[in-house]
T-cell receptor, first 115, second 112 residues
Framework: QVQLVESGGGVVQPGRSLRLSCVAS????????MHWVRQAAGKGLDWVAV????????YYADSVKGRFTISRDNSENTLYLQMNSLKGEDTGVYYC????????WGQGTLITVSS | DIVMTQTPLSSPVTLGQPASISCRST???????????LSWLQQRPGQPPRVLIY???NRLSGVPDRFSGSGAGTEFTLKISRVEAEDVGVYYC?????????FGGGTTVEIK
């Protein structure tokens, strides 16, 4: 069955960096685009970024453009999100989801940006 | 960006009774490939979201048939034919027609 497992979350100070990972299994990872979506506590869902199946095309929400970088390693079935210059408003649970329609989601990893 | 608007904000329902959630988009969700990329997600308390329905009316594997989706263009509906206790949570519609994917604000289904 499709499984997505995120990791890399934690507490980080504003302005610092963090890298999230999402390991996929149960499907041919290299056949699918992949998304990151986040959710602040008690709030709704907020799309962050998407990467094409081959990794060439990447798109970002305006709120993270220039600070976050999405990437993937198809040989390792792993999706990444490099987050730089973190802000308080980046705090939340980050989910990876299988594209193109975000049909399967992981359990999420919590990022807390606080001094 | 496509804006997704859900109604109602909250839906108190008696066990065994039906529930209905509406979702409206600011532009048609019909893609150039002919598909309409509208999904419904369920988020139970303390759980990650999971997709129940994709492309308007297709249930994901393992989703009970009491959940159904309908609609076209810019107007969509999720129906639960007979609400069970495990259906409590927040429901979101999501468009995957174009980047950025966008979500409705959520509808809380609770038991009366």
């Amino acid at each position: 069955q499709v499984q997505l497992v995120e990791s890399g979350g934690g507490v980080v100070q504003p302005g610092r960096s963090l890298r999230l990972s999402c390991v996929a299994s149960g499907f041919t990872f290299s056949d699918y685009s992949m998304h990151w979506v986040r959710q602040a506590a008690g709030k709704g869902l907020d799309w962050v970024a998407v990467i094409s199946y081959h990794g060439t095309n990447k798109y970002y929400a305006d709120s993270v453009k220039g600070r976050f970088t999405i990437s993937r390693d198809n040989s390792e079935n792993t999706l990444y999100l490099q987050m730089n210059s973190l802000k308080g408003e980046d705090t939340g649970v980050y989910y990876c989801a299988r594209g193109p329609s975000a049909d399967y989601w992981g359990q999420g990893t919590l990022i807390t940006v606080s001094s | 960006d496509i804006v997704m608007t859900q109604t109602p904000l909250s839906s108190p329902v008696t066990l065994g009774q039906p529930a209905s959630i509406s979702c409206r988009s600011t532009q048609s969700l019909v893609h150039s490939d002919g598909n309409t990329y509208l999904s419904w997600l369920q988020q139970r308390p303390g759980q990650p979201p999971r997709v129940l329905i994709y492309k308007i009316s297709n249930r994901l594997s393992g989703v009970p048939d009491r959940f159904s989706g309908s609609g076209a263009g810019t107007e969509f509906t999720l129906k639960i034919s007979r609400v069970e206790a495990e259906d409590v949570g927040v429901y979101y519609c999501m468009q995957a027609k174009q980047i950025p994917h966008t979500f409705g604000g959520g509808t809380t289904v609770e038991i009366k």
